[in-house]
C-alpha cells in the first residue's frame, strides 16, 4: 500500500457515526491555543525553494485566547527532559536512546510514568521516524505503532452526550499522554492488501478516539475526515485579506494550463500532482480528476505551522517577517482552534492581500531540516502542555 491509508467507509458504519458525533461533541469543547513568539533561530544553509521566499516573525501572543496550560508550564515539561529553551536536540548527549526498535524507549519505567507520544503515521513516513528519534534522544518515550494490537483502546459513549475514552500501548498498558497525526496505516506495504472493509472498521475506530481523546492531539480528526479539513474554500472564506486564487476542476482532457504556472492536486486522495507552466509531456491520468490552481511562484511563500509557532520555508532560520504574520494572524488562530497545528501553506502575495494557493496536513521533514531541532521543539511544547 503506498502513500497514506485514509480510505472512505463504503457503506454506513455504527463506527462511522459514532466518529461524527464524537467529532461534534469534540468540537464543543473549549480549544486551549497559545501563540508565544519563537526562541531565538540557529543560522542553517539555505533552502532552494521553487518560489522568491521573504523572510518572517513567529507568532506573538493572540487576543481572546484562554490559554489553560501556558508554554511557561510546557517549557518546565520541556526542561525536565532536557529540552531547556537552550539546549539543541542533537546537543542532548546526555539524554541520548539506543537508536534501537520504536519500543526501546518504552523499556524504562521512569521514562513511560508520565505516558507516551504516539506518532500515527504509515512505517515508510521518514518525517515521523525523524521525529520519533528526536523526542528519543531527549528522554522522551515515543513511538510509531506498526499493529493495532499493539494498543488498547476502551471508548464509551453515553446517552447524555459524555465520552470516557482510554489509551494505552501493549501488555503493560502504558498509557498515551499525547498524539501527532499524520494518518493511519498499519499495513507494510509489500504486504497482501488487507480487506477494505476491516480498514475502513478501523479507520472509523481511530476517527472516533482521536476526537474523543482527552489528552493533546495535533492534526485532530475534522467532521469531515480522518484529517483536519484545510479545504482553501473553506479558508479564505473565513479571513479578510486572505483571497481564492483561480481554479479549474476538470479531468486531465479538459484541463487549461497558463502562464505563470498552475499547481495540481489529484481531488481522489488530495495529493501534489505537480506545478506546469505548460502542459506536461507526460500524459496525466485521464481517470482523475484535478484541482487546477493558477499562482506565480516569483509571489509565492511558503509557511509551516507547527504546534502554535509559525516558520518561513524559504528563510534558512525559519524567521517569519512581521507583516506576513500579522496578515496570517486570523488564519493561523483558526487551525490552532481546530487543532490543525501541523500543516504547510503556501500563499501568494497578491494586490494588498494574500492568496491561500495550497493547503497540507503532511509537511516533510525536508521543507524544514535547517531548522529541524526547533519545529521538534515547537511541536513538543504542545505535546507536552
Not at 461534534?24 to 521566499?53: E, G, H, M, Q
Not at 523572510?55 to 484562554?66: H, K, R, V
Not at 500543516?343 to 491561500?356: D, E, F, K, T
Request: with cysteine; hydrophobic share 45%.
Amino acid at each position: 500500500m503506498t502513500g497514506h491509508f485514509i480510505p472512505l467507509a463504503s457503506r454506513p458504519s455504527p463506527n462511522r457515526t459514532l466518529a461524527e458525533q464524537a467529532w461534534a461533541l469534540a468540537a464543543n469543547l473549549t480549544p486551549v491555543v497559545d501563540l508565544a513568539p519563537a526562541a531565538s533561530l540557529t543560522p542553517a544553509a539555505s533552502l532552494t525553494p521553487a518560489a522568491s521566499l521573504t523572510p518572517a516573525a513567529s507568532l506573538t501572543p493572540a487576543a481572546n485566547l484562554t490559554p489553560a496550560a501556558s508554554l511557561t508550564q510546557a517549557a518546565n515539561l520541556a526542561r525536565a527532559v532536557g529540552l531547556a529553551h537552550g539546549d539543541n536536540f542533537e546537543d542532548a548527549a546526555h539524554h541520548n536512546l539506543p537508536r534501537g526498535a520504536a519500543e526501546a524507549s518504552t523499556k524504562d519505567p521512569a521514562q513511560t510514568a508520565n505516558g507516551l507520544v504516539l506518532i500515527l503515521a504509515p512505517a515508510a513516513d521518514q518525517t515521523a521516524q525523524q521525529l520519533v528519534a528526536a523526542l528519543q534522544r531527549v528522554g522522551v518515550a515515543c513511538l510509531t505503532p506498526q499493529s493495532p494490537e499493539q494498543l488498547n483502546i476502551r471508548l464509551l459513549a453515553q446517552r447524555d452526550g459524555s465520552t470516557a475514552c482510554d489509551l494505552s500501548f501493549g501488555p503493560e498498558r502504558i498509557p498515551v499522554r499525547a498524539i501527532l497525526n499524520r494518518g493511519l496505516s498499519f499495513h507494510d506495504d509489500a504486504a497482501e492488501q488487507a480487506d477494505p472493509f476491516v480498514e475502513a472498521e478501523l479507520l472509523a475506530a481511530w476517527w472516533s478516539l482521536l476526537a474523543c481523546f482527552p489528552g493533546r492531539v495535533i492534526n485532530r480528526p475534522s467532521r469531515l475526515g480522518f484529517l483536519p479539513d484545510l479545504d482553501v474554500v473553506r479558508l479564505t472564506s473565513r479571513h479578510a485579506g486572505l483571497q481564492l486564487p483561480p481554479i479549474q476542476i476538470a479531468t486531465s482532457r479538459q484541463l487549461e494550463f497558463s502562464s505563470p504556472a498552475m499547481h495540481l492536486r489529484r481531488l481522489s486522495d488530495g495529493h501534489h500532482a505537480g506545478s506546469f507552466a505548460t502542459r506536461p509531456a507526460t500524459d496525466l491520468d485521464r481517470a482523475e480528476v484535478y484541482a487546477a490552481t493558477e499562482f506565480d511562484p516569483q509571489w509565492t511563500e511558503q509557511v509551516l505551522l507547527a504546534g502554535n509557532r509559525l516558520f518561513d520555508l524559504g528563510h534558512e532560520t525559519g524567521e517569519v517577517a512581521p507583516a506576513l504574520e500579522r496578515q496570517l494572524r486570523s488564519l493561523l488562530q483558526q487551525l490552532c482552534e481546530e487543532h490543525a497545528n501541523f500543516c504547510h501553506i503556501v500563499v501568494q502575495r497578491h494586490q494588498a492581500g494574500l492568496r491561500i494557493v495550497h493547503t497540507s496536513a503532511f509537511p516533510h521533514v525536508q521543507q524544514y531540516r535547517h531548522f529541524e531541532d526547533r519545529v521538534n521543539r515547537a511541536l513538543l511544547e504542545v505535546l507536552l502542555s
